[in-house]
Each structure stands twice: as structure tokens, then as C-alpha cells.
């Protein structure tokens, strides 16, 4: 009575890590054909306002399979959200994930030559202008590169 017993909670924990390992492979056969759902999300905010941001290009590798990259294209040819706020409002990010690394370059004005900014000194400038700013993240799986454009008047 008592092996039965334990026969069937072995059989049981069989069975529940065949199905945990089944959703994980399927999770992964997904997410494999829709990576830019898949790679973490940037989530921008300055001074607690929502600005939209896009993916513009990475390289992921999924648990099971090859890597997937989609190489970034001209930053001209991204669409992006005009987010319109006042100079000085604080630009934090945070990720879905979080990263081992990450950098920020912002545009000039008018331009998109871009500069290094320090993440603890984010902030929308005073100028007048649009500025692009890029975001690309490092993490164990890969890197992802984010734009957003921010509008000053």
C-alpha cells in the first residue's frame, strides 16, 4: 500500500515537470517567432509621465534555437512618437528585465548626432527642439536597442 502510495507521487512529479518543461518549450517556440514581443520593454518616464518608446533593432538568443537579430535600421526610418515636455523634467528608465548594462545617447536639436549622457543625469534640456534619444541595454541573452523623441517648445 504504502509503495503504491509513492509510486504515484513520483508519477505525479513526472508529470508535472513534463508539463512545466512542455509550456517552457512551447513558450520559447513563440516567442521565437514574435521577438519583439519577446525581448524585455523599456518603460520611460520623466517626472512620472508615460513617453513612448521604440524598438529599434536587437539580438536575442531564446533557450532553445539560434540567435535572432533584427538589425537596426536608420534611425530616419523608425517611427516614433513626438512627446512633448517641458526642459528640466528628470528621464528615468526602467526595463521589464533588468539589464547587466546600459547606455544613453541623446541627439542635438536638429540633428541626429548623437552624445553620450550619463544615465544619473538624464534630464529633457532646456532648448527648444526635438531630440532622439537612444537607449541600448545589455543583457544575458542579448542586447536591444530603444529610441524615443522628445519634443521641447
Known sequence: MRRDRIARIFL?????????FFAFFV?????RRNPQYAVPQLTVLADNRAVSSTIGGFSWRFAFGDLVE????????????????????????????????????????????F??????????????????YEVLAE????RVLYYFYIVVQ
Open 12 to 20: 505525479g512529479l513526472v508529470l508535472v515537470a513534463l508539463a512545466g
Open 139 to 142: 543583457f544575458p541573452q542579448g
Open 70 to 113: 533584427q538589425q537596426p535600421g536608420s534611425v530616419y526610418d523608425l517611427y516614433m512618437e513626438e512627446n512633448h515636455l517641458q526642459g528640466g523634467e528628470r528621464i528615468n528608465l526602467s526595463f521589464s528585465v533588468q539589464p547587466s548594462s546600459c547606455s544613453l545617447r541623446q541627439s542635438d536639436a536638429y540633428s541626429y548626432r
Open 27 to 31: 513558450k520559447d517556440a513563440i516567442d
Open 115 to 132: 552624445m553620450d549622457i550619463p544615465l544619473d543625469e538624464a534630464s529633457v534640456p532646456y532648448q527648444s527642439g526635438g531630440y532622439t
